[in-house]
């Protein structure tokens, strides 16, 4: 697989914090607001591909986009 090159969050997100406990650099969801991207996620976008997949997998309203590099 390919590096991960960008990570956003489409509209539906719920708040439910479960990309925050699957990976804190990147993903940050404040009480009742909608999740956002780290400013400084992309570096961490290596070490924590895995972990970041598995959010975007696992979102339960699948509004988390992984874009690959090719
Ligand atoms: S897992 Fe999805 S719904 Fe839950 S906080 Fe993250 S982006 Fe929002």
């Not at 991960?4 to 699957?22: A, F, T």
């Not at 591909?49 to 696992?58: M, S």
Request: with cysteine.
């Amino acid at each position: 697989m390919g590096a991960i090159r960008k990570v956003s969050i489409e509209e539906g997100c719920i708040s439910c914090s479960l990309c925050q406990d699957y990976c804190a650099e990147v993903f940050q969801v404040e009480d009742g607001e909608d999740c956002v991207v780290r400013e400084d996620a992309p570096k961490h976008f290596d070490a924590k591909a895995e972990a970041i997949r598995d959010a975007a997998r696992d979102c339960p309203v699948e509004v988390i986009a992984v874009e690959e590099a090719n």
